[in-house]
Structures are given as structure tokens and as C-alpha cells.
């Protein structure tokens, strides 16, 4: 190349330099959008953590910091890869590997989240508006079948914890070290965290009535859930897993399911659409 | 006053404006014209900065900048993993020791985006607003953001490609970021999202290495690519809001480098070094104006150019509530 060929007047440099300089800006900001299609388009649909506004409400207030992931107890909330079209950063749930099962008690996620994405008002796990179960596999169902089921629900691999209050009050444990022995298969039921919590609460009233009880384990208003949230229920001679009003979407019955894939799974669609964040 | 308002012109891109040398004052043009006039102490600059470049030492400054900026982000992952819970979060919005910190573009996108504030964010965006207001804005860039570190590597490798003529070194209209910087306000307010988070390579660089690694960090890589092949630190200078906004906050701040005419020989090392060379445009020959003069608010105080001054003239200032304005 002759050097006469290379040389540009200044005019030109600067053309061209404005012209790289127009390509840089519009190129960053079509990447960028690039990257919000999937999300705005709800290509994917998977459980935000407890308290999650509604979807456009919650996008536009996560700061994406994970400070809800670092508090879970059972590291039930990922933050989303660039391939999961859920938003770089933002945080979800996908309660088929690991639910929320509500073993910190305290909404600790809530609590954490600096932008208020996850609604500060919340308290109780009975008022979370994750989504909803469906059994979506009833044929599948051991239940159903009329079958029991000894073992490891998920298997010995399955990493996936949940808090077993008669073994460890404050640990999550893996499920893969609490082997069921069932004559009829209610894992669904019997892990329900909503379930759960209406069992303490009853034994908690016997107690009370007795008048054996500290003041400082006394309960809250509300804390007991006001509606149960799922029954194996009688239909034509089968016990066929039911939802009830009371599901609050936390996955743990999915989790649970020892059928492969799942009979029970999350459905966000509805209540994520409507909800402001929690059940008023 | 004016100072200031030079400062953000030249931040948001403007060509940083020459006085007229008729316009110094007295003693200013006579600095200017014996400038050169010492020819012993000049030759012994040159025989020092040879030395120096025959054997290289490790910069200053540059070793404790480093040395803070992985504290800083080593110390989100080493509380996550212990669970000791004194730096919770990552840079787009953490805790440290309980109280609220926010980065200050990424609070600025969520409140657009959301238009709705929460105290804790509030809080969060007031405490470090004050912090980096303190410690000179842009101090941000090169002493805390991840991926300032891995574009200063990227830098060194690009020079070196760029003396051996396999690299080029392309420049961009500074006022991109300022385009860049509105566009993303826009679309902020527009879409109801946080669309700059989605690209943002501080944040998926912080994120990274706090949660672990995804395909995200190909963005940044392909940033870094860009930047050793094309053009010399050219997320940083011509495109990152971040860096725009913090410029903004330390337009005023206390912090910043200082420059004295008398020390300067105009030996022009600062800015070979410099991330942001415009900044410096006061240190060529006849331009200061004054005898001393603040660094512009686009300045990362890097302190690079503190290092590299074989005289001295480039020092740090911390200004007391008199010099302020």
C-alpha cells in the first residue's frame, strides 16, 4: 500500500471518527436491548423469591446485588445467566432443584433486599404470592396408584435440602438424609411448609390450653396461615393430591415429588400477573 | 466556580478550552517563557527518566490501587463464603456491617425504572454519594470497579501490540458516553427496566466473582478483545455511564490531583500513562493558565501520573472547606 493512499485530510479523520463514534453508541445500546427481549417477553417463566412485585413492577426495582441469595438457608435463589433469559442478575427460584421451604422463618430474602422488589410489608409465609401448584401428572401419582414409597425422595445425588423440625429445629438437611418409609405416598402433603406450620400451630393451642408455654414462644398474629394448602382427597376411590386455596407457589411439593418429571409443578402465570406481591 | 463548570464540559466530552496566552497573569507568562531556560536541570530529567525506562520499577501507587481494589472485591466473596456477613451483596447495592451502600448508577437505573424509592435505598445512595463525594468520584473506576483492573491488563497487552504494529489504537468522540449515559436514563424511564444492569460489565464482573461464573462474563471478554485489538481502554473512556456519573459526583470533591507550573518540565509522561489524557491538557507546553491547577472532574485519581512525573508537579491534594469553591 503506497503511503500517499493512507493519508487522510483531518476533515476525514474526523468524519470517520464520528462515525465510529455513532456506531459505538448505537451498537451498546442495541446490544442492551438485545438483552431485554427474552425478559420483557416472558419467554421463560420460573419463581421470583417470596414478596416479588409484580414481574414489570419487580424488573424495574431488582438492583441485582443477590443479597437475597447470600440469606437463604437453603440457597433456593439463583441469579440469572445471560442464558436463562430471566435478566442478567436477577434473582429466581427453580423450586424443582431446590424450593423455598420457608426455613428461615423470617422472610429473611425480604428483609434483605435493599429496593424494596421484594415487598417490605410481608411477613409470613401464609401472605407470599409466588405462584401456584398444579398437578399437571395425576396418572403418574403414587398416591393415586394407591402405591407407598421407601427411600430417598430424590434419590442419594439430589443436593436439595429442606428443613426437618423434628431432626434440626434451625439446619436445613439434605433429603437425600431423610429416608421415607410411607405406606401411601403423601410427601406433597406432608412437606408442605404451609401444612407444616398449621400442624405446629394446633399442637402450639394444645399447649396453650395447658398453660405450657414461655411468653417468648408465643406467636404472632397471623403467623399461623389462615387456609390449609394442599389435601389427598378421596376422588372415585383414588387419594389424589389437591390444591387448596392456602398454596402460596413455594415449590416444595415439587421438589418433593418422587416421580420423574414431577406431578406437581409451579405456575407463576396467574398470580404473578395480578399480585402486588403478597396476599392482602 | 468556572473551574467546575470547565470541568463538567470537559467530562461530558467537550474539548478542554485554551486561554489565551494573553490573558495570563504576569507571572504566569513568565513562568512559561524561562521554562526552558534551566538546560542543565532539563538534561538531568532526561538522563533520570532513561534510567528509568531501562530499568523498570513497579508503579506506587499502582501496586496499592490494585492491592485495594481486590480487597475491596475479594472482601463481598470472602463474607459470602464464610458467612460472616460484613460486606453482603455486590457493587450494584450491599451492606457493610448492616448499613446500606448502592452504587450510585445502579440506584439512579432502579429509581427511573421503578419510579418509586424505598429508604433503604435512599440510605444506601445518600452513604455512598457522601463516600465517593469524599474520596473524588471517579476514584471509583480505578480503585474498586473489577473490570478497570482487567482493562488495565487489557492496556498493557494492547500497547504491546500497538508497538509491534499488530493493534490499533482507534478514538472515539468522548461525548459517545454522554450519549450513551442519556440513553440508558431514556430507556430506564421508558421500558420500566434496568437496561444498562443487563450489559453492565462492573456488575456481571462483581457478580461473577461473588456467585460464580456465567456466560455473561463473553460480553465482557468481548469488551476486553475490543479494547486490545481496536481501541486503548475504550469501555472506560468512551462508553461507561458509571464512570460518567461518578464524574459527576466528584466534580466537587475535596480529592483530587494537583498541578504546579514551576515543577513542570512538560516532559509529557502523565500522559502517556493517563487513562483520561484530556484531563491533563493544563500539563502542555504554554497552556496552564495559573501557576496551579485542580485536575478535572473526569480524572480517576489513579495516581498514575503522580508515579510517572520525574518532577514532581503532578501531587495529590485533599482541599479544606476554604478551597472548595
Known amino acids: ?280 | 466556580m468556572s473551574g467546575i463548570v470547565e470541568s463538567l464540559r470537559v467530562l461530558l466530552g467537550g474539548a478542554p478550552r485554551r486561554v489565551s496566552k494573553k490573558d495570563f497573569p504576569e507571572e504566569v507568562q513568565e513562568m512559561h517563557k524561562h521554562k526552558f531556560a534551566d538546560k542543565e536541570r532539563i538534561e538531568a530529567i532526561h538522563i533520570e527518566l532513561r534510567e528509568k525506562a531501562a530499568n523498570k520499577q513497579p508503579e506506587r501507587w499502582r501496586r496499592k490501587r490494585w492491592a485495594v481494589l481486590a480487597a475491596v472485591n475479594l472482601l463481598f466473596l470472602v463474607s459470602y463464603y464464610l458467612d460472616i456477613q460484613l460486606l453482603e451483596g455486590a457493587l450494584t447495592a450491599s451492606r457493610f456491617a448492616g448499613f446500606h451502600m448502592a452504587d450510585l448508577n445502579s440506584a439512579l437505573q432502579v429509581m427511573l425504572a421503578f419510579k418509586h424509592v424505598v429508604i433503604n435505598l435512599i440510605i444506601g445512595t445518600v452513604t455512598i454519594f457522601i463516600l465517593w463525594w469524599l474520596l473524588g468520584g471517579r476514584t471509583f473506576c480505578s480503585w474498586v470497579c473489577p473490570y478497570h483492573l482487567l482493562a488495565e491488563w487489557a492496556e498493557m497487552l494492547h500497547l504491546k501490540l500497538v508497538a509491534k504494529g499488530w493493534a490499533k489504537d482507534y478514538h472515539f468522540d468522548r461525548r459517545s458516553r454522554t450519549w450513551l449515559w442519556l440513553v440508558f436514563v431514556i430507556l430506564a424511564v421508558v421500558t420500566g427496566y434496568t437496561v444498562y444492569e443487563a450489559i453492565s460489565p462492573t456488575g456481571i464482573l462483581s457478580r461473577a466473582l461473588i456467585y460464580g461464573p456465567g456466560v455473561a462474563l463473553i460480553w465482557v471478554a468481548l469488551l476486553l478483545l475490543f479494547e486490545i485489538f481496536f481501541s486503548r481502554r475504550a469501555w472506560c473512556r468512551y462508553a461507561c455511564p458509571i464512570g460518567l456519573t461518578y464524574g459527576f459526583v466528584g466534580a466537587t470533591s475535596p480529592f483530587t490531583v494537583h498541578y504546579k507550573l514551576p515543577n513542570c518540565y512538560h516532559e509529557g509522561e502523565c500522559r502517556k500513562v493517563c487513562l483520561v489524557p484530556h484531563v491533563l491538557d493544563t500539563v502542555l507546553k504554554g497552556r496552564a493558565a495559573e501557576m496551579e491547577v485542580d485536575i478535572g472532574a473526569d480524572c480517576t485519581r489513579c495516581l498514575r501520573c503522580v508515579d510517572a512525573c520525574p518532577t514532581g508537579a503532578l501531587t495529590i491534594k485533599y482541599k479544606g472547606p476554604g478551597d472548595l469553591l
Not at chain 1, 453508541?25 to 442495541?30: E, F, I, L, P, S
Not at chain 1, 424443582?96 to 420457608?102: G, K, L
Request: proline share 6%; hydrophobic share 40%.
Open chain 1, 1 to 280: 500500500m503506497s503511503k500517499k493512499a493512507k493519508r487522510l485530510t483531518a476533515k476525514q479523520k474526523e468524519r470517520r471518527k464520528f462515525l465510529r463514534s455513532i456506531a459505538l453508541t448505537v451498537g451498546v445500546t442495541g446490544i442492551s436491548l438485545l438483552g431485554m427481549v427474552p425478559v420483557i417477553g416472558k419467554w421463560v417463566e420460573r419463581l421470583r423469591p417470596p414478596g416479588a412485585l409484580l414481574e414489570e413492577d419487580f424488573l424495574a426495582a431488582c438492583i441485582k446485588c443477590g443479597q437475597c441469595v447470600q440469606v437463604c438457608p437453603v440457597e433456593a435463589i439463583k441469579l440469572a445467566d445471560l442464558t436463562d433469559g430471566l435478566g442478567i442478575g436477577v434473582p429466581y427460584i427453580d423450586s424443582r432443584a431446590q424450593a423455598c421451604d420457608f426455613s428461615c422463618d423470617g422472610l429473611q430474602c425480604v428483609l434483605a433486599c435493599p429496593t424494596g422488589a421484594l415487598i417490605h410489608e410481608i411477613s409470613f409465609p401464609s401472605q407470599v404470592d409466588m405462584g401456584i401448584a398444579k398437578v399437571v401428572r395425576p396418572a403418574q401419582c403414587l398416591a393415586v396408584l394407591g402405591q407407598g414409597f421407601k427411600g430417598q425422595a430424590r434419590g442419594a445425588d439430589f443436593p436439595g435440602k429442606l428443613r426437618y423440625a423434628d431432626i434440626d429445629r434451625w439446619n436445613p438437611i439434605k433429603v437425600a438424609d431423610h429416608p421415607y418409609d410411607l405406606e401411601l405416598c403423601d410427601l406433597c402433603v406432608r412437606q408442605c411448609p404451609i401444612e407444616i406450620s398449621i400442624v405446629e400451630c394446633a399442637l402450639e393451642d394444645q399447649r396453650k390450653s395447658t398453660g405450657k408455654i414461655a411468653r417468648v414462644a408465643q406467636r404472632q398474629e397471623n403467623e399461623c396461615p389462615p387456609k390449609h394448602a394442599i389435601e389427598l382427597r378421596d376422588i372415585n376411590g383414588a387419594m389424589t393430591p389437591v390444591i387448596l386455596e392456602g398454596c402460596v407457589g413455594c415449590g416444595v411439593c415439587e421438589m418433593i415429588c418422587p416421580i420423574e418429571p414431577a406431578v406437581i409443578i409451579m405456575d407463576s402465570s396467574d398470580s404473578r400477573a395480578n399480585s402486588r406481591g403478597m396476599r392482602t
